[in-house]
């Protein structure tokens, strides 16, 4: 890297300036019906340098732990927002459950909203909202299956929907053996039309010291037929030395 490499140069900017945040509420436990309770109520405030403008919100979290090992999360919060020279109110909420981690299928997933953010790819304050979902399934000891769902949906100016994108990561675990490791995971953008498929074929030989092989794809589907853009295969060797 050269000294004169400025890291503004590549869309990254550090954030400076003052941040407080602050969290209080009852926890309550064993209900009956669920293992624990808790209600917390957030407080933050903040500000950039080189702006005028101060930020500060308020919300209400709650979550709960049931006795099935299930458990949900809902919050709404309130703040006044400063972008782009434009100070704006903003209201969001969130929601979102995850199952038992012991049991073969395991879920977690949720959704939150918002009136009004500023959409830096197409410029405009709008609302937003997102949806996610993951699921893992171990078909037995040596086998699990996973499907990550993500989807974005945006609105325009005037309250129109202007995108609904979804992005999946289907993905593969197999044990050939306890030192052989097999992988498959790919990522379907329905957004971008850039789909990609990783292969990773892992070597545990010694303690701490690992074979792997991979192989990467990449394909366009955004102009007619499903181009390849990229295929790579990658060998790497890592171990580990005693003194």
């Known amino acids: 890297i050269p000294e004169d490499f400025d890291v503004n140069g590549v ?3 550090s954030y400076k300036g003052l941040d407080f945040n602050c969290s209080f ?3 309550f436990y064993n209900l009956g019906f669920a293992r624990s309770l808790s209600v917390n109520a957030n ?4 500000r950039e340098v080189n702006e005028d403008v101060d930020r500060f919100g308020t919300g209400v979290y709650i979550s709960s732990d049931y006795n099935n090992n299930w458990g949900n999360w809902f919050g709404v919060y309130y703040s006044r927002d400063y972008e782009m020279a434009l100070t704006y109110p903003k209201y969001s909420g969130e929601i979102g459950f995850w199952t038992d981690a012991a049991k073969p299928l395991y879920l977690t997933g949720g959704c939150w909203a918002a009136n ?3 959409n830096y790819r197409r410029d405009y304050f709008a609302p937003n909202a997102n ?3 993951q699921s893992n399934w171990w078909v037995n000891p040596r086998f699990k299956v996973a499907l990550n769902i993500n ?3 945006e609105w325009d100016t005037v309250g129109e929907i202007v995108a609904v994108s979804w992005i999946l ?3 593969l675990n197999y044990a050939l053996t306890r030192e052989l490791q097999l992988r498959i995971y790919s990522e379907l953008n329905f957004d971008s039309r850039l789909h990609y498929l990783n292969l990773l074929l892992s070597w545990n030989f010694k303690p701490k010291s690992w074979v792997y092989l991979a192989f990467n794809e990449s394909h366009d589907a955004s102009q007619s037929g499903f181009l390849l853009r990229e295929r790579i295969g990658v060998v790497k060797v890592r171990y580990l030395f005693f003194f």
Request: glycine share 14%; proline share 9%; aromatic share 22%.
């Open 43 to 46: 407080l933050n405030f903040g």
């Open 151 to 153: 989807n974005t949906t």
């Open 116 to 118: 009004k953010e500023y």
């Open 131 to 133: 949806f996610y979902l």
């Open 169 to 171: 990561h289907p993905s």
């Open 11 to 13: 869309g990254f900017i």
């Open 25 to 27: 509420g009852p926890n």
